[in-house]
C-alpha cells in the first residue's frame, strides 16, 4: 500500500533530503510531500527543486519563502538562491505559480504555517497559510500575545506544519505537528509518515545558513545594480552593512564607499560645465535657443542655467543615480572623469 511522507522545511539542505528518503525507504509510488520552503539559506537550493520536479508523486505545498520568490521580495537569502539558480530562475518563478497553498489526505491537513483554528480548511487565508508577513500579522491580532494557533486548535483532524522552528523533535500539540527542526541551522531534517504518523529525522551535516551567509556576500554585492540605484538606498545599504568583517566583501563595500563620494564630488564641477553649455548654446543658437535646448535630455537644467538660477540641490535631486551622474558627465566632456568602475553592470 503507498505510503504519504510529509517533510520540513528543507531550505535547500539537499544531502539531507537524500539521507531522510533513503532512511525512510521511500518507493516510486509513495507520496512525497513537502510543506514549503525547499529553498533559501542551505547550500543546493537548486538541487532540491530538481528533486521534487523530476520525482514522480511529489508535492511542494506554497512556503513564504517561495511566495517571497514568486512576488519579487527578494532579501539576503532570495538573492543568494537567485544567483544559484542562475539561468533556471525564470523557470524556477514559473513553477512556483502552480504551487497550492493545502494539501489534505484522509489522515491529516497539511500547510505550510498557520491554521485558523475556528474556520474551514476553504476558508483559510492563503497569507496565513504560508506564513507570509501580512499573515504572520493578521494572526497576531487575532490571537492573544505569547499564543499560537495550536493552543486554540481543537480540530478532529490532525495539521502538519512547517514554518516555525520548533526544536530538535517535533512539537506535537492539540493535534497538531510541527515539523521544522532547523535542518538549515544544524538541526534535523524531519518527516511524518502516513498512515501511522511514524516520525523519521535526519541530522544536519552543519550550520548551512551561517556558512552561505559569508560565501555569498561578495557575489550577492556584486550582483546589484548600484549604477542605477538611488544615492540614497546606497548609503542605507552600506549603513545597515557596516557589520560586514570578511575581507573580499568589505573591500568591495570600501570601494563602493569611496565611488559614490566621488560621483557627489562632481555635482560642483557639473554645474560649472552646464553654466558654460548654456552659454556655448546662447552664442551658437542666439533666437532659436529655447528649440536647441529643448533637443537635450537636461534642458531643465540648460534653462536654469540662463536664467541664473541653477543651484547644486537641483542637481542633487534630479541626478540621483550614479548613472545619471555618468551620463551628464560624459555629455560635458567634464576634464574629471567619473570612473567607470565594477559597479556598473
Same mark, same amino acid.
Given at each position: 500500500?503507498?505510503?504519504?511522507?510529509?517533510?520540513? !522545511?528543507?531550505?535547500?539542505?539537499?544531502?539531507?533530503?537524500?539521507?531522510?528518503?533513503?532512511?525512510?525507504?521511500?518507493?516510486?509510488?509513495?507520496?512525497?510531500?513537502?510543506?514549503?520552503?525547499?529553498?533559501?539559506?542551505?547550500?543546493?537550493?537548486?538541487?532540491?527543486?530538481?528533486?521534487?520536479?523530476?520525482?514522480?508523486?511529489?508535492?511542494?505545498?506554497?512556503?513564504?519563502?517561495?511566495?517571497?520568490?514568486?512576488?519579487?521580495?527578494?532579501?539576503?537569502?532570495?538573492?543568494?538562491?537567485?544567483?544559484?539558480? !542562475?539561468?533556471?530562475?525564470? /523557470?524556477?518563478?514559473?513553477?512556483?505559480?502552480?504551487?497550492?497553498?493545502?494539501? /489534505?489526505?484522509?489522515?491529516?491537513?497539511?500547510?505550510?504555517?498557520?491554521?485558523?483554528?475556528?474556520?474551514?480548511?476553504?476558508?483559510?487565508?492563503?497569507?496565513?497559510?504560508?506564513?507570509?508577513?501580512?499573515?504572520?500579522?493578521?494572526?497576531?491580532?487575532?490571537?492573544? #500575545?505569547?499564543?499560537?494557533?495550536?493552543?486554540?486548535?481543537?480540530?478532529?483532524? #490532525?495539521?502538519?506544519?512547517?514554518?516555525?522552528?520548533?526544536?530538535?523533535?517535533?512539537?506535537?500539540?492539540? +493535534?497538531?505537528?510541527?515539523?521544522?527542526?532547523?535542518?538549515?541551522?544544524?538541526?534535523?531534517?524531519?518527516?511524518?509518515?502516513?498512515?501511522?504518523?511514524?516520525?523519521?529525522?535526519?541530522?544536519?551535516?552543519?550550520?548551512?545558513?551561517? +556558512?552561505?551567509?559569508?560565501?555569498?556576500?561578495?557575489?550577492?554585492?556584486?550582483?546589484?545594480?548600484?549604477?542605477?540605484?538611488?544615492?540614497? +538606498?546606497?548609503?542605507?545599504?552600506?549603513?545597515?552593512?557596516?557589520?560586514?568583517?570578511?575581507?573580499?566583501?568589505?573591500?568591495?563595500?570600501?570601494?563602493?564607499?569611496?565611488?559614490? /563620494?566621488?560621483?557627489?564630488?562632481?555635482? #560642483?564641477?557639473?554645474?560649472?560645465?552646464?553654466?558654460?553649455?548654456?552659454?556655448?548654446?546662447?552664442?551658437?543658437?542666439?533666437?532659436?535657443?529655447?528649440?536647441?535646448?529643448?533637443?537635450? !535630455?537636461?534642458?531643465?537644467?540648460?534653462?536654469?542655467?540662463?536664467?541664473?538660477?541653477?543651484?547644486?540641490?537641483?542637481?542633487?535631486?534630479?541626478?540621483?543615480?550614479?548613472?545619471?551622474?555618468?551620463?551628464?558627465?560624459?555629455?560635458?566632456?567634464? #576634464?574629471?572623469?567619473?570612473?567607470?568602475? /565594477?559597479?556598473?553592470?
Amino acid at each position: 500500500m503507498p505510503r504519504t511522507f510529509v517533510v520540513g !522545511d528543507i531550505h535547500g539542505c539537499y544531502d539531507e533530503l537524500i539521507g531522510l528518503v533513503q532512511k525512510m525507504g521511500l518507493e516510486d509510488e509513495d507520496m512525497l510531500v513537502s510543506v514549503g520552503d525547499i529553498v533559501d539559506r542551505g547550500n543546493k537550493s537548486k538541487e532540491a527543486y530538481e528533486y521534487f520536479i523530476n520525482r514522480p508523486n511529489s508535492l511542494v505545498i506554497m512556503g513564504n519563502h517561495e511566495r517571497k520568490h514568486l512576488n519579487s521580495v527578494l532579501t539576503y537569502a532570495q538573492e543568494i538562491v537567485k544567483l544559484q539558480f !542562475d539561468g533556471k530562475y525564470p /523557470e524556477f518563478l514559473n513553477w512556483l505559480n502552480t504551487l497550492g497553498y493545502y494539501y /489534505e489526505t484522509e489522515e491529516a491537513i497539511i500547510v505550510h504555517a498557520a491554521f485558523e483554528h475556528n474556520k474551514p480548511l476553504h476558508s483559510q487565508k492563503k497569507e496565513v497559510l504560508c506564513g507570509s508577513t501580512s499573515g504572520d500579522r493578521y494572526l497576531e491580532k487575532k490571537y492573544a #500575545p505569547e499564543t499560537y494557533w495550536n493552543d486554540y486548535y481543537k480540530g478532529e483532524k #490532525p495539521i502538519i506544519y512547517g514554518h516555525h522552528v520548533v526544536g530538535d523533535i517535533p512539537l506535537i500539540k492539540n +493535534n497538531s505537528y510541527g515539523i521544522d527542526t532547523g535542518a538549515c541551522h544544524g538541526g534535523y531534517l524531519t518527516a511524518v509518515e502516513l498512515p501511522g504518523f511514524i516520525i523519521h529525522q535526519v541530522k544536519a551535516k552543519e550550520d548551512y545558513w551561517k +556558512n552561505e551567509r559569508t560565501v555569498w556576500q561578495t557575489p550577492v554585492l556584486r550582483s546589484k545594480d548600484w549604477a542605477n540605484m538611488e544615492f540614497g +538606498n546606497i548609503k542605507k545599504q552600506l549603513e545597515k552593512l557596516a557589520f560586514v568583517e570578511d575581507t573580499d566583501a568589505r573591500v568591495y563595500l570600501d570601494k563602493l564607499q569611496n565611488w559614490v /563620494e566621488e560621483l557627489e564630488g562632481l555635482f #560642483p564641477l557639473i554645474k560649472s560645465g552646464l553654466d558654460l553649455f548654456t552659454v556655448d548654446l546662447i552664442s551658437k543658437s542666439q533666437e532659436d535657443f529655447n528649440s536647441a535646448a529643448s533637443k537635450f !535630455d537636461f534642458k531643465t537644467f540648460i534653462f536654469k542655467s540662463r536664467a541664473n538660477n541653477l543651484k547644486i540641490d537641483d542637481l542633487q535631486k534630479s541626478l540621483n543615480t550614479p548613472q545619471k551622474v555618468i551620463n551628464i558627465a560624459a555629455h560635458l566632456n567634464l #576634464p574629471q572623469k567619473p570612473s567607470q568602475s /565594477e559597479f556598473m553592470i
